[in-house]
Nanobody
Framework: QVQLVESGGGLVQAGGSLRLSCAAS????????MGWFRQAPGKERECVAA????????YYTDSVKGRFTISLNAAKNTVYLQMNSLKPEDAAVYYC????????????????????WGQGTQVTVSS
């Protein structure tokens, strides 16, 4: 089982940027589809972005397209979420998740399919 630790959250003004990192340990996340989810108070957890373990296929929810970028560094066992032009509605706890897959081009966007989760990192956006 892979263990995940997120970092990089914090307080930022609207229009600002943050980069979240998710470091995997325990085993390489090669052959793991990776995803970033967020959950705001009173709302369901939603998939913000996801990436195949090959790094070639990505998914973004409509509200973050053009502003967020998911990427991975296999050598560092780390997946990133670059968040630009942040809005107050982006404020939430952000979670990294991993799911073992065989396909190099498979992305997973459903929370129930993920096996491993990080502890979450808070992102606060002031208006």
């Amino acid at each position: 089982q892979v263990q995940l630790v997120e970092s990089g959250g914090g307080l930022v003004q609207a229009g600002g940027s943050l980069r979240l990192s998710c470091a995997a340990s325990g085993r390489s996340f090669r052959m793991y589809a990776m995803g970033w989810f967020r959950q705001a108070p009173g709302k369901e957890r939603e998939c913000v972005a996801a990436i195949s373990w090959s790094g070639t296929i990505t998914y973004y929810t409509d509200s973050v397209k053009g502003r967020f970028t998911i990427s991975l560094n296999a050598a560092k066992n780390t997946v990133y979420l670059q968040m630009n032009s942040l809005k107050p509605e982006d404020a939430a706890v952000y979670y990294c998740a991993a799911h073992p897959v065989l396909g190099a081009y498979t992305v997973v966007v459903t929370a129930d399919e993920y096996d491993a989760w990080g502890q979450g990192t808070q992102v606060t956006v002031s208006s």
